[in-house]
């Protein structure tokens, strides 16, 4: 008997296309963005609203802080020059003076890094953030800095 073998033909397999499963993917992500866009939403805002804050923090900080930096600027070389004055009120208008531009030098820090920030935040533009993402975490060092030990 010679009989004749048949070619035994594959199966048709069934198989998940990379196109079905990408999109079920970001169809998941899309949901998950959707059920928390009002948390995203108010982070946004918030963060907008905090760094609105800041600036104007930092520009009424500035105000004063330029009067009472020319004051010191005056005063503290004529307190050094009298020996009447203690020692410690020498001491308070030195350390004052140094806070004085601690707080001036962070100031400025701010009105170079915040207009950046605000802007990254209102259009979400997040290249613009990201670009400041340093010199934010410099600034917090700056302000963190200048707070009493006790305080922290």
């Known amino acids: 008997m010679n009989r004749k073998l048949k070619p035994n033909p594959m199966p048709a397999r069934q198989y998940v296309h990379f196109s079905d499963k990408m999109t079920e993917s970001l169809m998941n992500i899309n949901k998950v963005i959707n059920d928390n866009r009002s948390t995203l939403d108010s982070i946004q805002d918030m ?27 005056t005063i503290v070389p004529i ?10 009120i020498k001491e308070f208008a030195k350390d ?17 890094v915040l207009p950046g920030v605000e802007a990254g935040l209102t259009t979400a533009d997040m290249s613009k953030l990201q670009a400041s993402t340093g010199q934010v975490a410099s600034l917090t060092k700056a302000l963190q800095a200048m707070v009493p030990a006790g305080a922290k």
């Open 96 to 112: 004052a003076q140094a806070l004085s531009q601690k707080i001036t030098t962070a100031s400025e820090l701010a009105a170079r």
């Open 79 to 88: 307190m050094e020059g009298l020996p009447l004055i203690p020692e410690k």
């Open 47 to 73: 963060a907008v609203e905090l760094t609105r804050a800041i600036r104007s923090l930092q520009a009424v900080v500035m105000k004063y802080i330029s009067m009472a930096d020319h004051i010191l600027d």
